[in-house]
T-cell receptor
């Protein structure tokens, strides 16, 4: 199956700083999502981005499918950005369903 | 993402109890998923239903029994669980649009299960 690795595993930022999170995957994929899991366990969908670049406010993401990686950029970080960031890649199955495999996660803490 | 509703939010059960987790979505999605997440770990896939039929079982122990009564509902029946089964159980759905690869996951808020 597909292997999904994220880096860095942990990140501490001062409020206002910028950061880049990386997701590497071992095989070509048709589906890729970025999630933010807040301290209460809620998984918030940030981007559905199998390829290309998208932006939403202070967040943007880029996936280069041919090189098997995706990047999540956080600019002007805020304390509410704290939590764990996961990428998840969809592996197609013979039943026609996608099997979403989560990466190892990046735990972000933003200090005031 | 709050369009997928999970109940209860918290559940404490003994090892001899039988309980059920419920998940509901009204987005017309035809694929539904159960994930298990232990503390400080990523979510791990347990089951996938496609058009109300079990599509994927990731070698989950039989003490976990999924059920999809209709396209909007997904249940997870629990029986004779062990303390190590304590975790956050997450339900998700996706559109599974025919002829396209566009199939993003939408998660519920999860049920935090403690087995005593």
């Amino acid at each position: 199956g597909i292997q999904v690795e994220q880096s860095p595993p942990d990140l501490i930022l001062q409020e206002g700083a910028n950061s880049t999170l990386r997701c590497n995957f071992s095989d070509s994929v048709n589906n890729l999502q970025w999630f933010h899991q807040n301290p209460w366990g809620q998984l918030i969908n940030l981007f559905y981005i199998p390829s290309g670049t998208k932006q939403n406010g202070r967040l943007s993401a880029t996936t280069v499918a041919t090189e098997r990686y995706s990047l999540l950029y956080i600019s002007s970080s805020q304390t509410t950005d704290s939590g764990v960031y996961f990428c998840a890649v969809g592996e197609p199955t013979t039943s026609g369903t996608y099997k979403y495999i989560f990466g190892t996660g990046t735990r972000l803490k933003v200090l005031a | 993402d709050t369009e997928v509703t999970q109940t209860p939010k918290h559940l404490v059960m003994g090892m001899t109890n039988k309980k059920s987790l419920k998940c509901e979505q009204h987005m017309g999605h035809r694929a539904m998923y159960w994930y298990k997440q232990k503390a400080k770990k990523p979510p791990e896939l347990m089951f996938v239903y496609s058009y109300e039929k079990l599509s994927i079982n990731e070698s989950v122990p039989s003490r976990f029994s999924p059920e999809c009564p209709n396209s909007s509902l997904l249940n997870l029946h629990l029986h004779a669980l062990q303390p190590e089964d304590s975790a956050l159980y997450l339900c998700a759905s996706s559109p599974k649009r025919q002829g396209t690869n566009n199939s993003p996951l939408h998660f519920g808020n999860g049920t935090r299960l403690t087995v005593t």
